[in-house]
């Protein structure tokens, strides 16, 4: 089966800090990466029509013995309705 195309605009996240509103048990963390100038730890949002349909957390590491790795993309989601739209 072949999805159908859908347009995306990836933004970085302190462009669109009203995006992370929603999600209040994660304010603090949101808030530091929002307030973060630039460098790591930065978030893109995945946006169709100006509607959230993903996201990712660029971290430092995620492991501390291999620092050398980093950065890291983290913390992947992709809103079900439009995953499902691109299968």
Known sequence: MTGRRVALDIVDLRERPH???????LRDGIAA???NGQGVPFALVAES???VCGNTLVIDSDEPTKPELGPWV???WVDEPMWRAST
């Open 19 to 25: 995006h992370g509103t929603p999600l209040a048990t």
């Open 33 to 35: 990466i929002v307030g």
């Open 49 to 51: 029509d100006g509607q």
């Open 74 to 76: 983290a913390a992947v």
